[in-house]
T-cell receptor
């Protein structure tokens, strides 16, 4: 079975641009979460979506937004890119509403570099 | 902030058991203990989770102390491919922001020939 897939795998942008990252969850999973991982740190929670609605948000500025589609795939959008946005962006999916007893399964991420 | 404390790094000989400790002294009754690992340039891989009882699957065993204030992840026969950063995470039962994973810095496990 296919796991969580993310595209693109690598991306280079310049400051001030915007970017859209895409995620397809494991078949049957309805909850998608996004994380940011800067070099040398553990992943940090950005958003969680379930049934096309935002169910959780981490401590990130409004430049970050996301949405979930009827097929449960998701997009993460970042506007007005800053150098500090350079990171690995990870998508994770889980069954149900992402409750504590349901593991999240991660894709291999999109490596975003800002020049 | 992460609610867990792990050693920064550990070494293990290939073929031997790797025992990775984790302290979570402030864990609440409805919080699960999760373990993930991350091999360089890949996304975190789910290993195992538990609430109160010890758990075992094809990858590892999770031993949780009776007071739930600490746990140990056991890889019974470590191989070179088990070299990775291992994250111990406590996660509430609720969903949404409560259900997200809060990662610390983890333990860098190096399996040596």
């Amino acid at each position: 079975d296919a796991g969580v897939t993310q595209s693109p795998t690598h991306l280079i942008k310049t400051r001030g641009q915007h970017v859209t990252l895409r995620c397809s969850p494991i078949s049957g999973h309805k909850s998608v979460s996004w994380y940011q991982q800067v070099l040398g740190q553990g992943p940090q929670f950005i958003f969680q979506y379930y049934e096309k609605e935002e169910r959780g948000r981490g401590n990130f500025p409004d430049r970050f937004s996301a949405r979930q589609f009827p097929n449960y795939s998701s997009e993460l959008n970042v506007n007005a890119l800053l150098l500090g946005d350079s990171a690995l962006y990870l998508c994770a999916s889980s069954g149900g509403q992402g409750m504590g007893n349901q593991p999240q399964h991660f894709g291999d991420g999109t490596r975003l570099s800002i020049l | 902030d992460a609610k867990t404390t792990q050693p920064t790094s550990m070494d293990c000989a290939e073929g031997r058991a790797a025992n990775l400790p984790c302290n979570h002294s402030t864990i609440s009754g409805n919080e699960y203990v999760y373990w993930y690992r991350q091999i360089h340039s890949q996304g975190p891989q789910y290993i195992i989770h538990g609430l109160k009882n010890n758990e075992t699957n094809e990858m590892a065993s999770l031993i949780i102390t009776e007071d739930r204030k600490s746990s140990t992840l056991i890889l019974p026969h470590a191989t070179l491919r088990d070299t990775a950063v291992y994250y111990c995470i406590v996660r509430p039962e609720g969903g949404g922001s409560q259900g997200n994973l809060i990662f610390g810095k983890g333990t860098k496990l190096s399996v040596k020939p």
